[in-house]
């Protein structure tokens, strides 16, 4: 059994910035990818960011160079840094993580999502 627990959405103004979190917790002997997807009102879940084990990223054009993903290890734990945020934004975030369990299977698993809103 694994959990995904995603904290850090909320309300901002544009311009503004936000932290997300997303904790992985349970059956896990070790997490290759991590990540964040977006879905915005009438739209199709997007990819957001992405970092794999060794901390290598890549970005939606959309969001490059203002947000920023990491990863503790240690803490099971992936991060989204949002700056200068735009009402475009908006949207629910949710978090992945490919986890392999100590039997050795391997899953994505998905945080239940977080609401990020820009106000304009």
């Known amino acids: 059994q694994v959990q995904l627990v995603e904290s850090g959405g909320g309300l901002v103004q544009a311009g503004g910035s936000l932290r997300l979190s997303c904790a992985a917790s349970?059956?896990?002997?070790?997490?290759?990818?991590m990540g964040w997807y977006r879905q915005a009102p009438g739209k199709q879940r997007e990819l957001v960011a992405h970092i794999t084990s060794d901390a290598y990223t890549n970005y939606a054009d959309s969001v490059k160079g203002r947000f920023t993903i990491s990863r503790d290890n240690a803490k099971n734990t992936v991060y989204l840094q949002m700056s200068s945020l735009k009402p475009e934004d908006t949207a629910v975030y949710y978090c992945?993580?490919?986890?392999?369990?100590?039997?050795?299977?391997?899953?994505?698993?998905w945080g239940q999502g977080t609401q990020v809103t820009v106000s304009s």
């Open positions: 349970g059956n896990i002997f070790r997490i290759d990818a």
């Open positions: 992945y993580a490919d986890i392999v369990a100590w039997d050795r299977s391997s899953y994505d698993y």
